[in-house]
């Protein structure tokens, strides 16, 4: 994705923005969901470990995942799971 598009994904209503954690308005995922979700990303080659960064979105992954409207850029876990 890169830099360039990671921020135009910022610019779109439609997808999560790191602010969005702390959105008292934002549902977040719990147990299951969430170490699904995470299990999956701490799989992936995508991710860098040192700070849990998705290398193509760009986001921190433990914080992304805990949103419930949240999805992997790559496709491999979405709102659904």
Known sequence: MGIK???ENFKDPNQVKPWDVINPKKEHVE???Y?????ICNACPELFKLTSQ???CLCIMPLKA????AECPLGKWGKDV
């Open 66 to 69: 805990s949103l419930s409207d």
């Open 54 to 56: 998705c290398k193509e």
């Open 35 to 39: 170490n699904y979700r995470m299990s």
């Open 31 to 33: 147990g299951d969901v």
């Open 5 to 7: 598009s990671a921020y």
